[in-house]
């Protein structure tokens, strides 16, 4: 079942066994007082094949993913040294660029629209960082994690504490048709969208349209939803302070450079970075959730450690852009372990291979993703709209 409290403390607890065999995942608690705990009261074993297609999909218990959770929380040890050359290597070459697109103004501006990709990737992996610290798998004490993760935030355009509660929603509810709520990219099942009336319908159609997805939501997202996230400010007082204040860094940000080198210029230099680099983050994220073999259960039948690894999958991408993108793909290891810092779970991958099977999507398999918008129960697995049509 899962439950949420209000509490004080800001932990994210790591994995334990809870009494009788009844297993406890990791629990996302944060200072802002809102605690998920996900229980498993009755831990799946599994499913058999529902089709051909299924058949020649890796299935993964949730016995399986705890034992290999076992052998990699090992890694869930952040160095210092480490994460602070990981910030600097990504801080300075985007400043560094920046500056230059604000030179190579003068002499053309298809100078700085080129610019613009690498600052974007740089900004996704900036953003990546903070999403490290929004684990607090970044740096070893928690009061370290908040602070990058607040200063990145301003530059990422993402309240910090905002982000780090919606986000750890989406990790303790993952894969669960009970529990569709918040952080995560909406699905509907089809039985669900046959009942749904012909406004319904065509709504969800254009919330999945690819246009909408990658292209004006992200910017939605990041330019003006982060801006006042009404979907949890509701009671929650500090959230609104650290949203708030979040704004007010922002706006304070864009007055001195407005000041500095022009209102107009900082437009023409920042806004395709952030339009650039918020629809690579989202993509990043949909890739991840909205494969076709991904996991989906009711309450009764989720187990948190089986939708870790079978609800994400392994992007696997060249090196360059696994850089760029600090490992996220690697992302079903990083749900089943959270507290694993970016730049230690292509080791997991080398420590337990069978991960490498599981989920393995290419950057080609990837554009076949875009056709997917519901999960159809009876076939287990994601369909496209055509999939309706008798």
């Known amino acids: 079942m899962l439950f949420c409290t209000k509490i004080d403390c800001a932990l994210e607890k790591c994995l334990t066994y809870g009494p009788l065999g009844c297993y406890r995942a990791p629990c996302e608690i944060n200072q802002d007082?809102?605690?998920?705990?996900?229980?498993?009261?009755?831990?799946q074993m599994g499913r058999e094949p529902q089709s051909a297609h299924d058949a020649h999909h890796t299935l993964t218990t949730g016995e399986q993913a705890r034992a290999w959770l076992r052998i990699l929380?090992?890694?869930?040890?952040?160095?210092?040294?480490?994460?602070?050359?990981?910030l600097a290597v990504t801080v300075v070459p985007l400043v560094a660029i920046w500056v230059a697109m604000v030179a190579s103004l003068q002499f053309g501006y298809w100078i700085a629209l080129l610019l613009s990709i690498p600052a974007a990737g740089l900004l996704v992996r900036l953003f990546l960082i903070q999403h490290d610290c929004g684990h607090y798998s970044f740096f070893k004490s928690r009061w370290a994690n908040d602070l990058v993760g607040r200063f990145i935030g301003v530059f990422t355009l993402t309240p910090h504490a905002y982000w780090r509660n919606a986000h750890a929603i989406h990790h303790a509810t993952s894969g669960n048709l009970d529990r569709r709520e918040i952080g995560g990219v909406e699905v509907v099942t089809v039985r669900e969208y046959r009942a749904m009336s012909r406004w319904q319908r065509l709504s969800y159609r254009l919330y999945r349209n690819p246009l909408v997805m990658l292209g004006l939501g992200p910017t939605y997202i990041f330019v003006l939803k982060f801006r006042l996230p009404l979907d949890m400010l509701h009671g929650r007082q500090k959230i609104l302070m650290s949203v708030m204040a979040t704004n007010l860094a922002i706006f304070a940000v864009i007055v001195l450079a407005g000041l500095a080198i022009g209102f107009t210029e900082l437009a023409m230099v920042q806004v395709p970075i952030t339009m650039i680099a918020s629809s690579i983050g989202v993509w990043l994220f949909y890739v991840q959730h909205q494969f076709e073999n991904v996991h989906w259960s009711k309450n009764e039948d989720w187990d948190f450690h089986q939708a870790a690894v079978e609800g994400s999958s392994f992007f696997d991408l060249p090196w360059g852009m696994r850089w760029f993108t600090a490992n996220i793909g690697i992302h079903h290891v990083h749900h089943l372990s959270s507290r694993i810092p970016h730049y230690r779970l292509q080791d997991c991958l080398e420590r337990v291979p069978e991960l490498r099977a599981v989920n393995r999507i290419t950057l080609r398999d990837s554009l076949k993703t875009l056709r997917l918008a519901l999960w159809d129960e009876e076939r287990r697995k994601m369909v496209g709209f055509r999939a309706l049509r008798p």
């Not at 007082?33 to 831990?43: E, L």
């Not at 929380?73 to 990981?86: D, F, I, L, W």
Request: aromatic share 8%; charged share 20%; hydrophobic share 25%.
């Open 33 to 43: 007082g809102y605690d998920i705990i996900p229980t498993t009261a009755k831990p």
């Open 73 to 86: 929380n090992g890694y869930a040890k952040p160095s210092t040294p480490r994460s602070v050359a990981e």
